[in-house]
């Protein structure tokens, strides 16, 4: 895949390309390469997760777990943490109380409030998702080689920017 630039509208345009004949090689190139990867790892996740009883879980409601956390969060917290509007986190909400991947309870500090916390069947599918990046990790590192793997790692810790790692990526890049 390449992203060019077409000299007339000055707009990045995807094209698909085959391995790099040069040394030299675009910036751009590692982004879209970087998303590859990522997208690559996220999609055998789920597939796996689906082959394993769980095909209605989607992307955006793993994340939603993480936004939930241990402890539990409110629709609002769980809307700043994703970069959503707090419709848009209740309707997520909703749907892992229907898939049954969370639960709705009272907030002991505040008895207005409501709290959504983690199901037993979400830390489940949570655990086996762990499970396939680690098994995921090791196929990587067997095409790759461990080292290569490590260095890759340790490279991107190095250049990532400080609070870089947030989980409102989605809402990022949409917007």
């Known amino acids: 895949m390449d992203n060019m630039v077409d000299d007339e509208t000055m707009v990045n345009q995807v094209v698909h390309i085959g391995k790099p004949e040069s040394r030299s090689?675009?910036?751009?190139?590692?982004?879209l390469l970087l998303l590859?990867?990522?997208?690559?790892?996220?999609?055998?996740?789920?597939?796996?997760?689906?082959?394993q009883g769980h095909p209605d879980l989607r992307p955006a409601h793993a994340f939603a777990l993480q936004a939930i956390g241990p402890d539990g969060a409110g629709a609002s917290d769980i809307a700043r943490t994703l970069g959503i509007s707090k419709q848009a986190a209740g309707k997520t909400v909703d749907k892992l109380v229907a898939l049954g991947y969370a639960?709705?309870?009272?907030?002991?500090?505040?008895?207005r409030r409501k709290l959504v916390r983690?199901?037993?069947s979400g830390y489940d599918v949570l655990a086996r998702s762990a499970a396939v990046f680690d098994r995921l990790r090791a196929?990587?590192?067997?095409?790759?080689g461990e080292d290569a793997v490590r260095t890759m790692e340790d490279g991107l810790r190095t250049v990532a920017a400080p609070g870089a790692f947030r989980l409102d990526a989605?809402?990022?890049?949409?917007s």
């Open 25 to 31: 090689r675009p910036g751009y190139e590692l982004p």
């Open 36 to 51: 590859a990867g990522f997208r690559t790892l996220i999609d055998e996740v789920h597939a796996e997760l689906a082959a």
């Open 103 to 111: 639960v709705r309870a009272d907030d002991p500090a505040d008895a």
């Open 118 to 120: 983690i199901s037993r």
């Open 139 to 144: 196929q990587w590192a067997a095409a790759l």
């Open 170 to 174: 989605a809402s990022w890049i949409g």
